[in-house]
């Protein structure tokens, strides 16, 4: 069973240009999550998905962060315009869903804004 | 932003040791879960215990929770060099999503 796909695995930027992240989560999980996570820090929840609705973005930056999850399936994460602040990796995560969900990660893209 | 504290922040020890680590929180919970995270790759789900339970295991993992101290522990035996890893534990309290730690990075010595 293919694990969750993210990509690009890298990216470098210019400040003020935009990015995207695309990821394709587990078959079946409905539920999908970004992260972010800082150097030497944990993953910080962004936004979560249940299908293709956004059921918690609390974090998300909405002045310059979006997320999209058409069809309830992949997902785009997208910066307009990135920041030098938003350098870290954003990981997508995917799951069944429910209390006891275990969660499953991709590999994370790397953002470096220059 | 994160609830509690991993401890220790980093850990270092010989192959064949165990290791140990700690998680604090400051909410009452649903379950616990720990992952691990290889440099530069995303994290992997390794146990997780429910507030009815004390005590769980997992291969080489043993994991306990005291939820009158807020505190669980995740303890390796018998380490090898492949568990160099970040350590992370989430917290999950009502219908809120998981919390992340800061983790803590093991360093197991050949």
């Known amino acids: 069973e293919a694990g969750v796909v993210q990509s690009p695995r890298y990216k470098i930027i210019e400040k003020k240009q935009p990015v995207a992240f695309w990821c394709n989560p587990i078959s079946g999980h409905n539920t999908l999550y970004w992260y972010l996570q800082n150097l030497g820090q944990g993953p910080e929840l962004l936004i979560r998905?249940?299908?293709?609705?956004?059921?918690?973005d609390s974090q998300l930056p909405k002045d310059r962060f979006s997320a999209e999850r058409l069809k309830g399936v992949d997902s785009t994460l997208k910066i307009q315009p990135a920041e030098l602040g938003d350098s870290a990796v954003y990981l997508c995560?995917?799951?069944?869903?429910?209390?006891?969900?275990?969660?499953?990660f991709g590999p994370g893209t790397r953002l470096l804004v220059l | 932003s994160q609830q509690g504290e991993e401890d220790p922040q980093a850990l270092s020890i010989q192959e064949g040791e165990n290791a140990t680590m700690n998680c604090s929180y400051k909410?009452?919970?649903?379950?616990l879960q720990w992952y691990r995270q290889n440099s530069g790759r995303g994290l992997v789900h390794l146990i997780l215990i429910r507030s009815n339970e004390r005590e769980k295991h997992s291969g080489r993992l043993r994991v306990t929770l005291d939820t009158s101290k807020k505190s669980s522990s995740l303890l390796i035996t018998a380490s090898r060099a492949a568990d160099t890893a970040s350590y992370f534990c989430?917290?999950?309290?009502?219908?809120?999503?998981?919390?992340f730690g800061k983790g803590t990075r093991l360093s197991v010595i050949a």
């Open positions: 909410t009452s919970i649903n379950n």
């Open positions: 998905y249940e299908n293709e609705e956004a059921v918690d």
């Open positions: 989430a917290r999950r309290s009502g219908n809120t999503p998981l919390v």
């Open positions: 995560a995917s799951s069944l869903g429910g209390q006891e969900e275990t969660q499953y």
